[in-house]
């Protein structure tokens, strides 16, 4: 069975930081575009952070260069999204999603080029 399962949301201060999981069964995540999306309260879901191509480029939205690093664990087979300084409108549910990588082009960091995603994780940044 191909799923993503995420792990590590929770509530943290402003200005502190937490480490989202997401463990890849089914597939190999060593080929795949790897994304990072939230969702907030009545807002559309927005791409944050995505690893578009097989020699790593990654694309970072304005709102988190700086402060939000992914990482990935060949062993474990799992990615990660490290966030620092976490701002109250980062609060969001967060889903990590992947997609075979592309021959042609780096994967564009929007939800409808994904295939595969996590449950979603939340994560609130309130004092």
């Known amino acids: 069975q191909v799923q993503l399962v995420e792990s590590g949301g929770g509530l943290v201060q402003p200005g502190g930081s937490l480490r989202l999981s997401c463990e890849a069964s089914?597939?190999?995540?060593?080929?795949?575009?790897i994304g990072w999306f939230r969702q907030a309260p009545g807002k559309d879901r927005e791409g944050v952070l995505c690893i578009r191509s097989s020699d790593g480029s990654t694309y970072y939205a304005d709102s988190v260069k700086g402060r939000f690093t992914s990482s990935r664990d060949t062993a474990k087979n799992s990615v990660y999204l490290q966030m620092n300084s976490l701002k109250p409108e980062d609060t969001a549910i967060y889903y990590c999603?992947?997609?075979?990588?592309?021959?042609?082009?780096?994967?564009?960091?929007?939800?409808?080029?994904?295939?595969?995603w996590g449950q979603g994780a939340q994560v609130t940044v309130s004092s």
């Open positions: 999603a992947a997609v075979p990588f592309s021959d042609d082009l780096d994967t564009p960091c929007f939800p409808h080029f994904f295939r595969t």
């Open positions: 089914g597939f190999t995540l060593d080929s795949y575009a």
